[in-house]
């Protein structure tokens, strides 16, 4: 079975500029979580899809940030524009349901903005 | 607002030892627990999840407790190994998905 799948492992991108972040799930989990690790700091809960809607988006730092799960598949975060503070490490994970289950994690998205 | 603290921050040890790694959380309304384990420049893998039902588990060399009462999980690692030697986060499981905390990196000395 596939873990959770995340694209790219690594982005340098100037101030300023987008990046998308994917995130692939394990087939067949509704639940779909960002999270993110900035330097120094706790994992920090982004959002939650429950298939395409978002269940609670209440992490999400500000507007420059937009996450999407297009036919409740694959999720993309973009960060538009990019700003210092934005680097980090950002996490995706998914579980069958909500709660109880064992959430599984991708390897993560290392993004630097310079 | 759930928090999680986790001691110690940092832990080296001799190999063959025995230890302890500790979490704790405020808010005891949690659905489980889970121990995670990062290795540098890698992602999170699971390790162990107690149920908020259950006191504990275990695999292999890992025993996790969990205390809901007191708001307390442990982590004990029996003999350590070298390739223990890990970032270890534990996360509580709420209404809000996972609060983690700040994670205790493990050196274990050959």
């Known amino acids: 079975e596939a873990g959770v799948t995340q694209f790219p492992s690594h982005s340098v991108i100037e101030k300023g500029q987008t990046v998308t972040l994917r995130c692939d799930p394990i087939?067949?989990?509704?639940?779909l979580y960002w999270y993110r690790r900035v330097m120094g700091k706790e994992i920090k809960f982004l959002l939650h899809?429950?298939?395409?809607?978002?269940?609670?988006e209440s992490g999400m730092p500000n507007n420059r940030f937009l996450a999407e799960r297009t036919g409740g598949t694959y999720s993309t975060l973009k960060v538009q524009p990019a700003e210092l503070e934005d680097s980090g490490v950002y996490f995706c994970?998914?579980?069958?349901?909500?709660?109880?289950?064992?959430?599984?994690f991708g390897q993560g998205t290392r993004l630097t903005v310079v | 607002k759930q928090e999680v603290t986790q001691i110690p921050a940092a832990l080296s040890v001799p190999e063959g030892e025995n230890l302890v790694l500790n979490c704790s959380f405020t808010d005891s309304a949690i659905y489980n627990l889970q121990w995670f384990r990062q290795d540098p420049g890698k992602g999170l893998t699971s390790l162990l999840l107690?149920?908020?039902?259950?006191r504990e588990q275990t695999s292999g060399r890992l025993n996790a407790s969990l205390d809901k009462s007191s708001g307390r999980s442990t982590l004990y690692i029996a003999a350590s190994q070298p390739g223990d030697s890990a970032t270890y986060l534990c996360a509580a499981t709420g209404r809000r998905a996972l609060t983690f905390g700040s994670g205790t990196r493990l050196q274990v000395q050959p």
């Open positions: 107690i149920q908020s039902s259950q």
């Open positions: 899809f429950v298939k395409e809607s978002k269940q609670d």
């Open positions: 994970a998914s579980s069958q349901e909500r709660g109880r289950n064992r959430a599984f």
């Open positions: 087939s067949g989990h509704d639940n």
